[in-house]
């Protein structure tokens, strides 16, 4: 202690003792609660926290950005200055909050005074109170791989933000994602117009670089040469040794603009520290500058922090120990107490507000300017846009182009032109006229999609005119919002589009939109139960019980029921963090986004930092899509959409099969009567968007004759309408039970039609987004830009706890404008159900037309349809044993997968000769469908191509024949024979497999030379035959379907006797009757807010669609989860549109039975036996996993 | 996760092992599940095979569940072969094990029949006959195709020509099948405990000598050092008993620290013993026996002699220091600190017997090179209340009184604010209540080093936050700097 602290007080009494000390005291404790008038007030001081982490320092930070803003606005401070570690994707929602905190803070008060009954109207000292002059200055803490202290730098100007994030994009692309690795050097390359504030200590961690750095051009960066010889030559390139070494040389690289931060830790050595920065500051001319380097807004995040700490650590709190900060002083500071902190050094705080007035760079600086990329010399794009569109519209109307178009054009062109996005509109046109031309399916939606403009380019297929899109009402001009337009392509071939993106705008000009991955509730409960010391058993009950599905109002009763104490110490911890991390979205780290694209007309990483994808070649921003909102960049969406590749696949069949060349065309007229009568029947197995179980029972409700029709139908079978009580109303006007009426509010208010506007073709029933909108504005008077508060309340996904702040609102504002109370609830409640999963009328549309493309498919050529949804798979609802069956069905003769026919795709051969003498429906040439050697569990694409290369010598004779010619392996050829591929070598699937097991696969060079046959005869093994129960069996085992017959077939006579219905019979019963009926387990399924248990079973007659209510669930959890071979007890349902359910009261689980198929029940021994050995379920496979929930 | 093995009441429920533990959850939400330790299942497994030595000396593991005993020749101490594998059996129950058990000619079928019953049958050839295939234990992969041929039984395969199966399911699956049918022998690995060393010496005249039966016991120290070279090992305890004619015994027990073989630090320890003894080593007519027994022993890696005139580690030199004094002193009295990895001081190191823990790896080093140090070489446990003047709110003191002596700060240097640790709340809380309740996790602490006008330097804290969680703080000391 070298006489750092004080000399005594000459001013206090030499003499002491405890009359005095008590005397003493007294004295203080009066002065205390009488603040002396002449003490100066210490607030006096101005402070700026310069050195701010959010929680996009993942894992360190531990406050919302708005959070730390409201912090610094509510303790006074001149400025804040935000910085994470090597990343500025959390600074633009810093930005948001400051500026719209005084909107905010007057909404606050306006409903605190509502609450207080007080008159709606702000006093001055109020409206003062809302009014801040809070500097927001953003910036990153820059961290150094090679153990330089850690710099945060704030750009000064525009050229100092690109300077930023091109150096951030240098360390990112170096390394694995979301790491950052920059040296001292990357920074002296990248100085201009950046402040930088230097904190005495580095906060490193070890880092990985990336095996192959994105190949990226670093044209703009000073050479390694002109670093070490230029007029960098006085800094060489290793890392200064210490600090004083690293601020004397960046002060003659940046002098001026170069700060030391003094952060104070409160750990018994402040003192001792300040007076060190203190001669470091004058020895090296730099000033210095006070922060407390903070991780959090309040003390009160510290257990946050602390929890957050050892997740990054992977440690338990009673385990961190010091890894930890042994206090909870890294919160922002208000001017008094830095004051007083730093009373030894006050220039120090002074300096943190001169710092302000060095930054001349707002993030509202970042102009964005969109690529002129796709238009010719001498044009504009507007022009470009509008001759372009005009000669599409020649084509196709000719030259006198319709009134109602050129009127529509016109206003678009004016909106367009106003708006500034014809570049935007080109870029997609450019981008969809490139996969045109690759032969990619595409289609776009979206709310800028529903224009004449992407109509006539052919960016979109849906007509405005016909159905009455009003391009204005979705890019108006009070929503300053860029436009949106999504367009799908086929999901194998995405990645060509991608990559002609980034090939045609250059990796420096072309980014994929980041998605920040918040805590959800089952990772957020998993990790921090886990710091808190939980065991790994607690969480996983924890989870899946309690917190599964966290929705902010954790009843106390749910954690009882859970059997979990509310008392004990670490549940009411783990609530008190888990409600920190869960009420608002949490950000845990960055991904990128599915296919939104950034583009711009100058480099991309002057305005964001790039990072690295997971996935090879592509590259993304930091920024995600609300970010890009808020700063006015525009984002092309390029989406994937299984459907559109097995419709290309099914067009190429149709080609390759004579069957005429189709296109996805534009005009293509949806008016065929035997495509709505197939749908009508609920016949929609494997068609796009009305395949799964709720689609098809709506079918024939809905009965469906024409495109929009469709349209409803995607659109009806939602959440939100369901929730919304939406269905049936619009059910029973649409067939007539029910008059079509339109609300309307109280004759003062307005014409009495004001929702037929917006209703009329829905029948009065609000079923699409846009009309929720509308009716919020038109019904409850919300203005422009709370309709888009509203809209964007809906759009995010899954945003619980943003929207029902607009409840009250607008059902308010309904009944007050004279609408019943009930009606504007239920309109509420619909748009609150849009909240999960919107559905918007232009999607709708799009969505409608792939409908009917493919039901058109299925309805004329099953056996194109099939096979390109069987090469299609993974997709949709169903396995392949359903589409394999329901191709049957419609009369397509399917042929087992063979080692002489069977290529790895399923493919099509003409028909020989039909199983029943008829011919296959459908026109032209009859088509069979051959199963292709893909739907071999295991069986691999590259064996799939030595066969059919091998094959063209002509047809194998024997295995032998195949292991030698095609040269497979062991594996392949057992899987072969396993497969009962092998019956053209004329062996049935046990003696396939008898001889594959002993056919080498190697070949031996002898015997290729002679092309002999090496294996030599030997005796008979005399296999018993296989009965076909067994083969059945194994084929569901190794392909996942059978065309020899259904497991159930041999099974009946079991059932049979125990007067358990076929599902044909079940489904011929009367209503009411009561009825056993038994079969495989398809689906297991529980929607929307899981009142009911949907089951699909199957036999070898048809299917039954069972509901089992959720409260008899619990009481019958096992048979239901357990079984896959299920017998149902229950009540047939019959709608009078004849869709037939089973009200299922008791299941029961026989599994068993299938063992015994699998054990051979009929190959004569007759005998039973029950495993007594619990073997590996994949092992006593039967049947395929059916698609469940858990 | 996966389960990997469930009780005879979850396995009712239709459970199996291997199965995800989320979809046994979908099934069965209150499923008690605890983590799979095949550590400690192991070691009770060695363990009951050790204990079987009461029924046979050629007991082997069977992993991961089972034992076989080679119970020729032992049956009829117990009344017959049932009647043993009865014995075994009801005594492992007892114990709270659920048991399967089966007798056969090799061990190969005992371990088949026991896990794939069969039923009565004729004699255990037909038994073994019976069995499934899956018995074989030849892989799934060999165990599917067996059943895709149809083949479901050994029956079914001992039927078949040797030469084509082995061409399909190579020769181990001929070589299995042999085995479980008794064709063939393979050899059992029987598990034997390996005995603790025991060393012993009689004597054909009682030795009146103390010294000469030191003499003899280094000898035997010696046999013992050689011994546990051999297996590897050092001895961590070590027992004496001198054993004298007229019947009485002295048994002596040493304990190192560190595993020791080297017979004169053994001696050393012993006579180290024998010293402290209250009731010196009294051979009175003579001892006519010693023993000497190594019950506890550890691995020790063989270690390079120094060479001549060559130092002894220091390591070493301090265990043999530490073992000695805790002979002397006691076990308990000797302790080593450890340190904890905490900021609350008085947690940030734990006191533990010297001769059971080991010099830790290292202390951390936090201090900047010239700094006086953060803190104390005494701590007072608990902290002493004191009298303290200082600015409110959080101001270093200016003077306090300690044991009625009061004490004029002349130099300061703090605070180091050290805040309580939330997790430890009783109540979970993680935040404090209102003013002076404070938390049940405690106060925060602000500590400052102090010197007064004697130059002496203390370490004082202010427990509390003013005005936020004390309305008047307390001080404390908590320690004592040279």
Same mark, same amino acid.
């Not at chain 1, 029933?765 to 888009?788: G, H, K």
């Not at chain 1, 069987?870 to 589409?883: H, R």
């Not at chain 1, 002999?1012 to 085992?1037: I, K, N």
């Not at chain 2, 979908?26 to 192991?42: N, S, T, W």
């Given at each position: ?1190 | ?82 009647? +043993?594998?009865? &014995?075994? %059996?009801?005594? *492992?129950? !007892?114990? #709270?094990? $659920?048991?399967?058990?089966? @007798? /056969? ?32 234990? +030849?892989?799934? &992969?060999? %165990?599917?195709? *067996?059943? !895709?041929? #149809?083949? $479901?039984?050994?029956?079914? @395969? /001992? ?42 010496? !009689? ?280």
């Amino acid at each position: 202690m070298k006489g750092r602290g004080k000399g005594p007080d000459p001013a206090r009494p030499k003499s002491t003792d405890r009359r005095e000390l008590k005397a003493l005291e007294a004295a203080r404790e009066k002065a205390r609660r009488q603040p002396p008038a002449d003490r100066p007030p210490i607030a006096a001081l101005p402070f700026a926290e310069l050195v701010a982490a959010t929680n996009f320092s993942f894992l360190r930070g531990a406050s919302h950005a708005s959070d730390m803003v409201t912090r610094a606005i509510s303790l006074g401070l001149t400025g804040l200055g935000i910085a994470d570690r090597n990343t500025v994707a959390g600074v633009v929602r810093a930005h948001v909050a400051r500026k719209r905190w005084p909107e905010q803070m007057r909404a606050a008060l306006l409903e605190a005074r509502k609450e207080a009954g007080q008159p709606l109207k702000l006093s001055k000292e109020e409206e003062r109170a809302c009014q801040t002059d809070l500097r927001l200055v953003v910036g990153t803490r820059l961290v150094f791989a090679d153990g330089t202290p850690d710099i945060v730098a704030y750009p000064a100007t525009r050229r100092g933000w690109g300077e930023l994030t091109k150096l951030l994009t240098v360390g990112n692309l170096r390394s694995v994602k979301g790491d950052c690795i920059l040296t001292y050097e990357d920074l002296t390359a990248y100085l201009d117009d950046l402040l930088l504030i230097v904190l005495p200590y580095s906060t490193a961690t070890e880092q990985t670089a990336h095996r192959r750095p994105v190949a990226y051009d670093y044209d703009d960066r000073p050479s390694r040469e002109a670093i070490r010889q230029g007029h960098l030559s006085l800094v060489p390139p290793p890392p200064p040794a210490d600090l004083e070494a690293l601020l004397d040389r960046l002060n003659r690289l940046v002098p001026g603009r170069l700060w030391l931060g003094a952060a104070l830790r409160r750990d018994g050595r402040d003192a001792r520290r300040l007076a060190r920065f203190k001669g470091l500051s004058a020895s090296t001319g730099v000033p210095l500058l006070a922060t407390m380097d903070a991780l959090y807004a309040t003390p009160t995040q510290r257990p946050l922090q602390d929890v957050l700490g050892c997740i990054r650590e992977g440690t338990t709190i009673a385990r961190a120990g010091r890894v930890l900060e042994a206090n909870a002083e890294r919160h922002i500071h208000s001017a008094a107490e830095m004051a007083h902190l730093f009373r030894a050094c006050p220039e120090a705080v002074a300096e943190s507000v001169a710092f302000l007035t060095h930054v001349h760079f707002t993030l509202d600086q970042l102009a964005y300017e969109y690529p002129h990329e796709p238009v010719p010399e001498g044009w504009t794009a507007q022009q470009w846009l509008e001759e372009l569109t005009l000669s599409a519209a020649h084509a196709r109307y000719g030259p006198r182009i319709p009134r109602k178009v050129r009127e529509l054009l016109n206003e678009e062109f004016g909106l367009i032109a106003k708006r500034n996005y014809a570049a935007y509109f080109l870029t997609v046109h450019d981008i969809v006229a490139f996969a045109r031309m690759k032969g990619i399916l595409c289609q776009g939606r979206g709310s800028a999609a529903n224009s004449m403009v992407c109509f006539l380019l052919g960016v979109t297929s849906v007509d405005p005119r016909k159905h009455d899109l009003l391009f204005s009402r979705f890019v108006s001009e009070e929503r300053s919002e860029p436009p949106d337009i999504d367009v799908d392509f086929e999901h194998e071939r995405r990645e060509e589009v991608m990559q002609y993106i980034y090939e045609r705008y250059g990796r420096h000009r072309a980014g994929i939109a980041a998605t920040v991955i918040h805590y959800r509730s089952r990772s957020a409960v998993r990790e921090a139960a886990k710091v808190l010391g939980l065991s790994e058993d607690v969480s996983a009950r924890l989870s899946s019980t309690v917190w599964g599905s966290y929705s902010g109002d954790m009843g106390d009763a749910r954690i009882t029921e859970a059997g979990f104490d509310l008392d004990n110490p670490q549940i009411v911890q783990l609530r008190a963090i888990l409600d920190q991390l869960l009420r608002e979205p949490f950000p845990r780290h960055l991904s990128q986004h599915v296919g939104g694209f950034v583009l711009t007309q100058n480099r991309l990483d002057e305005t964001v930092p790039l990072h690295h994808a997971a996935m090879e070649d592509r590259s993304f921003i930091e920024w995600d899509k609300d970010d890009i909102d808020a700063l006015g960049l525009m984002k092309v969406d390029v989406l994937a959409l299984g459907m559109l590749s097995c419709i290309r696949r099914a067009f190429n069949l149709m080609r390759e099969q004579g069957l005429g060349d189709h296109q996805l065309t534009v005009d293509l007229e949806a008016q065929d009567g035997a495509v709505y009568d197939m749908l009508c029947k609920g016949d929609s197995i494997g068609v796009f968007q009305v395949e799964s179980r709720a689609q098809i029972n709506m079918l024939p409700r809905l009965k469906p004759r024409t495109l929009y029709d469709l349209t409803i139908q995607v659109a009806i079978v939602r959440p939100g309408p369901i929730e919304g009580d939406m269905v049936h109303p619009y059910l029973r006007r649409r067939c007539g039970e029910e008059k079509v009426t339109y609300p309307s509010p109280a004759p003062e208010h307005g014409p009495k039609d004001e929702l037929k506007a917006i209703l009329d073709k829905t029948k009065g029933v609000p079923l699409f987004q846009e009309q929720a909108m509308r009716l919020a504005i038109v019904a409850a008077r919300f203005s422009d830009v709370e309709a888009n508060k509203l809209r964007r309340a809906m759009a995010t996904f899954r945003n619980v706890g943003t929207i029902h702040h607009f409840r009250e609102k607008m059902v308010r504002g309904m009944v007050a404008r004279g609408y019943e109370a009930e009606f504007a609830q239920r309109c509420f409640k619909q748009i609150e159900g849009f909240g999960s999963y919107g559905f918007p009328e232009s999607h709708a549309l799009s969505f409608a037309r792939l409908v009917y493309v493919s039901a058109w498919i299925k309805c004329h050529q099953p056996a194109v349809f099939a096979c390109a949804l069987l090469n299609s798979q993974p997709m949709g609802f169903y396995a392949p044993a359903q589409i394999v069956r329901d191709a049957r069905e419609h009369g397509v003769t399917v042929h087992d997968a063979d080692v002489n026919m069977s290529g790895w795709d399923n493919s099509l051969e003409p028909l020989l000769r039909s199983r029943d003498g008829r011919r296959g429906e459908g026109v032209g040439r009859a088509l069979a469908l051959r199963l292709g050697l893909r739907q071999v569990d295991g069986f691999r694409e590259e064996w799939a191509k030595q066969l059919v290369e091998a094959r063209r010598e002509g047809l194998f004779a024997s295995i032998e024949d195949v292991a030698r010619r095609a040269g497979l392996p062991a594996r392949a050829l057992r899987l072969l024979a396993d497969a009962d591929a092998c019956r053209s070598l004329g062996q049935d699937r046990r003696a396939a497999l008898w001889e594959a097991r002993r056919t080498p696969s190697d070949e031996l060079p002898l015997f290729a030379a002679a092309k002999a046959r090496e294996l030599g005869e030997e005796p008979d093994a005399m296999l018993p035959a296989m009965a076909l129960s067994q083969q059945v069996a194994t084929d569901y085992a190794v392909t996942r379907l059978s065309l020899k017959g259904h497991p159930m077939q041999f099974l009946r006579p079991v059932f049979a006797a125990e007067g358990v219905l076929s599902c044909a019979e079940t489904a011929a019963a009367k209503n009411g009757m009561r009825v056993k009926t038994a079969g495989v387990v398809l689906v297991r399924q529980r929607p929307g807010k899981g009142n009911a248990i949907f089951i699909t079973i199957e036999d070898e007659t048809g299917i039954t669609n069972i509901l089992l209510w959720a409260r008899l669930f619990e009481r019958q959890r096992r048979p239901v989860m357990a079984s896959r071979l299920m017998l149902v007890e229950g009540e047939v349902q019959r709608s009078k549109e004849g869709v037939v359910h089973l009200m299922a009261t008791q299941v029961h689980d026989r599994s068993a039975e299938m063992s015994r198929l699998a054990e051979g029940l009929a190959d004569g021994t007759g005998q039973i036996r029950h495993p007594h050995t619990a073997r590996h379920p994949r092992n006593v496979r039967i049947l395929p996993q059916s698609r469940d929930f858990h | 996760m996966r389960l990997a093995t469930l009780d005879a009441d979850a396995l009712a429920l239709g459970l199996t092992p291997g199965m995800t533990l989320a979809d046994a959850r979908a099934r069965e939400p209150d499923l008690r599940v605890f983590d799979a330790d095949p550590h400690a299942d192991q070691d009770w497994l060695e363990r009951l095979c050790d204990g079987s030595a009461r029924y046979t000396p050629v007991a082997a593991l069977d992993s991961p569940f089972g034992l076989i005993l080679d119970i020729s020749g032992c049956a009829h101490l117990w009344g017959g072969e049932d009647a +043993l594998a009865r &014995e075994a %059996a009801d005594r *492992l129950e !007892r114990h #709270g094990m $659920r048991v399967r058990h089966a @007798l /056969a000619g090799t061990a190969e079928g005992a371990h088949a029949l026991c896990r794939f019953p069969v039923g009565a049958a004729a004699d255990e050839d037909a038994a073994l006959r019976r069995l499934p295939a899956e018995a074989l234990q +030849l892989g799934e &992969e060999s %165990a599917v195709a *067996l059943r !895709r041929a #149809g083949l $479901r039984t050994v029956g079914d @395969l /001992a039927a078949r020509p040797a030469a084509v199966l082995a061409a399909r399911f190579g020769e181990e699956a001929v070589d299995a099948l042999h085995a479980l049918l008794g064709l063939g022998r393979r050899p059992l690995a029987p598990r034997r405990p390996r005995p603790a060393i025991r060393i012993e010496r !009689r004597f054909a005249e009682p030795m009146g000598s103390t010294a000469f039966a030191l003499k003899t016991l280094t000898e035997m120290a010696a046999e013992a050092g050689e011994r546990l070279g051999e297996r590897g090992q050092g001895g961590r305890r070590f027992e004496v008993v001198f054993f004298r004619s007229d019947g009485l015994a002295f048994p002596l027990r040493v304990e190192t620290s560190l595993p020791v073989r080297d017979a004169p630090a053994i001696m050393r320890l012993v006579q180290e013993r024998i010293d402290a003894l209250s009731d010196p080593l009294d051979p009175g007519f003579g001892f006519d026996m010693l023993r000497l027994t190594v019950p506890q022993a550890e691995p020790m890696a063989p270690t390079q002699l120094a060479l001549e005139g060559g130092e002894a580690r220091r390591e070493e030199s301090v265990a043999a220091l530490v073992d000695r004094l805790s002979i002397r002193a006691g076990r308990a009295r000797i302790q080593r600190l450890e340190p904890r990895d905490s900021h609350i001081p008085e947690q940030a190191q734990l006191a533990l017997p010297a001769v059971e823990s080991r010099p830790p790896a290292s202390w951390p080093q936090r201090q900047e090179t010239g700094d006086p140090p953060m803190r104390p070489l005494h701590l007072f446990d608990p902290p002493q209340p004191i009298e303290v003047v200082a600015q409110v709110p959080d101001g270093p003191p200016h003077r306090f009184r300690w044991r009625r002596a009061l004490h004029e700060v002349t130099r300061y240097e703090g605070p180091e604010r050290i805040a309580p640790e939330w997790w430890t709340a009783k109540d979970g809380r993680l935040e404090g209540k209102s003013v002076g309740e404070g938390t049940s996790a405690g106060l925060t602490r602000d500590y400052y080093r102090v010197e007064d006008a004697r130059g002496r330097r203390y370490w004082i804290f202010r427990h509390g936050l003013y005005g936020t969680e004390a309305v008047h703080p307390g001080w404390f000391i908590h320690g004592l700097f040279a």
